[in-house]
Protein backbone atom coordinates (compact mmCIF):
# COMPACT_ATOMS: atom_id res chain seq x y z
CA UNK A 1 0.00 0.00 0.00
CA UNK A 2 1.14 3.70 -0.22
CA UNK A 3 -0.32 7.04 0.84
CA UNK A 4 -0.41 10.34 -0.25
CA UNK A 5 -2.01 13.51 -0.03
CA UNK A 6 -4.40 14.99 -2.87
CA UNK A 7 -5.07 18.86 -3.13
CA UNK A 8 -7.81 20.00 -5.68
CA UNK A 9 -8.47 23.51 -6.96
CA UNK A 10 -10.46 24.69 -4.15
CA UNK A 11 -6.97 23.62 -1.50
CA UNK A 12 -9.06 20.89 -0.04
CA UNK A 13 -6.75 18.23 0.54
CA UNK A 14 -7.67 13.90 0.94
CA UNK A 15 -5.81 11.40 2.01
CA UNK A 16 -5.41 8.31 -0.32
CA UNK A 17 -4.44 5.41 0.28
CA UNK A 18 -4.13 2.64 -2.55
CA UNK A 19 -2.25 -0.99 -3.15
CA UNK A 20 1.13 -0.89 -5.25
CA UNK A 21 0.06 -4.18 -7.23
CA UNK A 22 -2.57 -3.18 -9.10
CA UNK A 23 -0.46 -1.58 -11.89
CA UNK A 24 -2.18 1.34 -11.71
CA UNK A 25 -1.26 5.29 -12.87
CA UNK A 26 -2.24 8.38 -11.24
CA UNK A 27 -4.81 9.23 -12.99
CA UNK A 28 -6.65 5.72 -13.19
CA UNK A 29 -5.90 6.27 -9.37
CA UNK A 30 -7.49 9.82 -9.03
CA UNK A 31 -10.43 8.67 -10.99
CA UNK A 32 -11.21 5.59 -9.32
CA UNK A 33 -10.83 8.10 -6.24
CA UNK A 34 -13.98 10.15 -7.77
CA UNK A 35 -11.75 13.03 -8.86
CA UNK A 36 -13.17 14.72 -12.10
CA UNK A 37 -10.18 13.49 -14.30
CA UNK A 38 -11.07 14.18 -17.63
CA UNK A 39 -8.19 12.26 -18.80
CA UNK A 40 -9.42 12.40 -22.30
CA UNK A 41 -6.47 10.36 -24.35
CA UNK A 42 -6.64 7.76 -21.56
CA UNK A 43 -3.12 7.77 -20.52
CA UNK A 44 -1.54 8.25 -23.35
CA UNK A 45 0.57 12.11 -22.90
CA UNK A 46 -1.65 13.82 -25.88
CA UNK A 47 -4.36 15.75 -23.83
CA UNK A 48 -2.65 16.91 -20.53
CA UNK A 49 -6.03 16.86 -18.96
CA UNK A 50 -4.47 15.10 -16.15
CA UNK A 51 -2.03 18.01 -15.43
CA UNK A 52 -0.61 17.44 -11.76
CA UNK A 53 1.73 19.17 -9.78
CA UNK A 54 3.95 17.39 -7.29
CA UNK A 55 7.04 19.60 -5.74
CA UNK A 56 10.32 18.18 -6.21
CA UNK A 57 9.27 15.76 -8.31
CA UNK A 58 12.31 14.23 -10.42
CA UNK A 59 14.24 13.82 -7.06
CA UNK A 60 11.63 11.68 -5.70
CA UNK A 61 9.78 9.57 -8.76
CA UNK A 62 12.54 10.68 -11.43
CA UNK A 63 12.11 12.64 -14.59
CA UNK A 64 9.39 12.65 -17.27
CA UNK A 65 9.79 10.91 -20.45
CA UNK A 66 9.99 12.81 -23.63
CA UNK A 67 6.55 11.99 -24.65
CA UNK A 68 5.21 14.00 -21.54
CA UNK A 69 7.74 16.59 -21.64
CA UNK A 70 6.57 17.34 -24.99
CA UNK A 71 3.08 17.82 -24.05
CA UNK A 72 4.14 19.44 -20.69
CA UNK A 73 5.65 22.13 -22.84
CA UNK A 74 2.68 23.28 -24.50
CA UNK A 75 0.75 24.11 -21.44
CA UNK A 76 1.13 27.96 -20.74
CA UNK A 77 0.26 27.12 -16.91
CA UNK A 78 2.84 24.01 -16.60
CA UNK A 79 5.99 25.10 -14.42
CA UNK A 80 9.22 23.03 -12.96
CA UNK A 81 6.38 20.91 -10.77
CA UNK A 82 4.04 20.14 -13.43
CA UNK A 83 3.89 16.19 -14.53
CA UNK A 84 1.06 14.21 -16.49
CA UNK A 85 -0.95 12.05 -14.03
CA UNK A 86 -1.03 9.06 -16.48
CA UNK A 87 2.49 8.60 -16.80
CA UNK A 88 3.24 8.21 -13.17
CA UNK A 89 2.84 4.52 -11.44
CA UNK A 90 1.13 4.15 -7.89
CA UNK A 91 4.55 2.52 -6.34
CA UNK A 92 6.38 3.12 -3.35
CA UNK A 93 7.65 6.39 -4.61
CA UNK A 94 4.47 8.35 -4.23
CA UNK A 95 4.20 7.40 -0.58
CA UNK A 96 3.93 10.85 1.73
CA UNK A 97 3.66 13.20 -1.33
CA UNK A 98 1.61 15.84 -1.94
CA UNK A 99 -0.27 15.71 -5.48
CA UNK A 100 -1.81 19.31 -6.38
CA UNK A 101 -4.70 18.88 -9.40
CA UNK A 102 -4.06 21.63 -11.96
CA UNK A 103 -7.44 20.58 -13.59
CA UNK A 104 -10.46 20.01 -12.90
S1 LIG B 1 -4.67 11.31 -19.74
FE1 LIG B 1 -4.14 12.43 -21.51
S2 LIG B 1 -2.18 13.18 -21.03
FE2 LIG B 1 -2.71 12.03 -19.30
Known sequence: MVKFTVENLAGKQEEIELPTDMNL????????????IQATCGGMALCA????????HEEVIGEPQDAEMDMLDTLPDA???SRLA???PIDDKLEGLLIHLKTV
Open 79 to 81: DFS
Open 49 to 56: TCHVAIDN
Open 25 to 36: NLMEALKASDYD
Open 86 to 88: CQI
